[in-house]
């Protein structure tokens, strides 16, 4: 494959509204099929590309405040549009943003506060019928299922750039050949990613929750594939990340492709490390007590039109096997003599916020 890719610039940082999306959009209306409806009333549009017999269904942006992975289907789009759709065999199924409220307000959930990845039984939400109603008519071979991971995951002692999970089809966690499928393309993508993030690929804990779509998908026979995208070292707005996930979509979508996936390759899947809650944003030591540590986490708030980032304490203690995106000395960034500690919090919560600004 010879693609070359390239980010469409006009959409950047976390905050991807509905809004902005479909101005974007509009340039790829000849792929354009038909739309569901949120429950606010706003367009969930579905792309088509491609006639071959292999129907691969993709989306994005469940969670309202994951945008990576639809910013990674925009470059993708931009690159079928400009260097022509290379799949042959396959037709995609793309819906970039399907759940456009929790978009605009920045929230994981939908409109009615409902968590769509936990609604796949109840089907409660007209988000939720709108993509079951896609997979029921098209009856995909393939489904990528595309989220944002937070900044706590990793693997080992890096940053999971990029989680994998072949979701499970019972409480046994059974390897059936529905989830070996999924295993053989993850396979192949990470032996991909390995060259880019060597060691920052990590796989998903595979509890069975059949409310979550890419467990009930499976469960429904279809390999599901469940990209998460995670942290990379100074990139909180997941920039060098979201070229992480197209190169990996693209490289799954070759692999289906081009090959019969029988699901006899899966046995790589499991030497991905299991991805862990082993991280914080920062961690403070100080450097007369090297057991005092403090651990920070940021959070994200929407402000106009930008997210923010702001520090908040989780811990002071001494956790083994925990690590800190930012690791600095007290003395780096207090240098008062006062060891009240409350005086020492509120001055190391003031350095870091106000390096932060520069996100
Ligand atoms: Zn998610």
Known sequence: MNYIYTKDERITGKY????????????YSFWRMLEGTSENGLPIPLYRI??????ILLWSQMHGNESTTTRALVDILKLFSEQGYYFSDSQLYIIPM???????????????KVDLNRDAINLSQKESQFLKRIFEEIKPAFCFNLHDQRTIFG???KPATISFLAP??????????????AMEVITKMNYNLQKL?????????????PNCTGDQFSLLGTPTILIESGFYPNDYLREQTRKYIALSILEGLKYINDNNVTGTLYQEYFQIPENRKNFCDYCIINDKNLTQRFYIQ??????????TFSPKLLEIGNKQDYYAHHTY??????????????????HILAYIEDEVKKI
């Open 98 to 112: 399907l759940n456009p409220d929790g978009a605009n307000l920045y929230t994981r959930e939908n409109f009615n």
């Open 168 to 181: 499970a089809v019972d409480e046994s966690r059974s390897i059936t050949i529905i989830r070996k499928k």
């Open 197 to 209: 993030i060597c060691n920052c690929v990590g796989r998903f804990d595979d509890s069975f929750n």
């Open 329 to 346: 000395m007290l003395s780096e960034v207090y240098n008062e003599n006062n060891c009240n500690i409350d005086n020492i919090i509120s």
């Open 155 to 157: 693997v080992k002692d």
């Open 16 to 27: 991807v509204s509905f809004y902005h999306l479909e101005e974007i959009l509009k340039d």
């Open 50 to 55: 491609g006639e071959g017999n292999k129907r």
């Open 298 to 307: 940021l959070e994200e708030t929407l402000h106009g039109e930008k997210v």
